[in-house]
């Protein structure tokens, strides 16, 4: 995945929404601007900025991260993990599927490194499973650690967040959206 998968896939999402830049901006909480830098490869977006556009347009996370070639076989060929700058490294496990609701993510944190998520769809739930490392995860305002082979379950429409430990953490992150979302692909 590059940033370029990123510009083609909001320039063709709004194209078939049919919606203006200003509208958009209006749905997603994204200045005008700043959506046209993406838009145009001018820009690479935070993980936050790819979350308020898929809140607003009511899409999954990988409607904007995926490459639109990925085969429909059940099993995920290898993706490109996307570090964003600053932040997480994300790389897609599965992309969103409507028959189950869901995507599935691995997501790498670095030593000590922290990420705190603004509530995303309504009604959409999170589980984290720990492959590598130590973390705790925030939920409800409470911190809570997690060691390899654990998992936790959340809310995700609610300020959730992410914290390696000392040696970093990798883990699966799942998204289960309560209502179908739109796929794009």
């Known amino acids: 995945m590059s940033d370029d998968t990123i510009t083609l896939n909001l320039r063709n999402i709004r194209a078939e929404s049919g919606l ?13 601007a700043m959506l046209g830098q993406i838009e145009r490869g001018e820009s690479s977006p935070t993980i936050a900025t790819l979350w308020k556009i898929a809140k607003g347009f009511h899409l999954p996370l990988s409607a904007l991260i995926d490459e639109a070639t990925r085969e429909e076989t059940g099993k995920t ?11 997480i490294a994300v790389k897609i496990v599965f992309p969103y599927d409507p028959n189950i609701g869901g995507e599935t993510f691995q997501i790498s944190l670095k030593p000590g490194q922290s990420h705190v ?18 973390m705790e995860v ?4 409470l911190w809570v650690p997690l060691n390899v082979g654990e998992g936790i379950r959340f809310r995700a429409d609610r300020e959730h967040g992410y914290c390696g430990g000392p040696k970093g953490a990798v883990f699966l992150n799942m998204h289960h959206y309560r209502r179908a979302v739109l796929s794009q692909g």
Request: glycine letters at 8%.
């Open 77 to 87: 060929r290898t993706a490109k993990t996307v570090q964003f700058p600053g932040s």
């Open 117 to 134: 998520s603004q509530p995303h769809e309504t009604g959409m739930i999170e589980e984290v499973i720990l492959l590598e490392g130590e």
């Open 138 to 141: 925030l939920r409800e305002d």
């Open 20 to 32: 203006s830049l200003t509208k958009v901006a209006e749905l997603t909480g994204v200045s005008k």
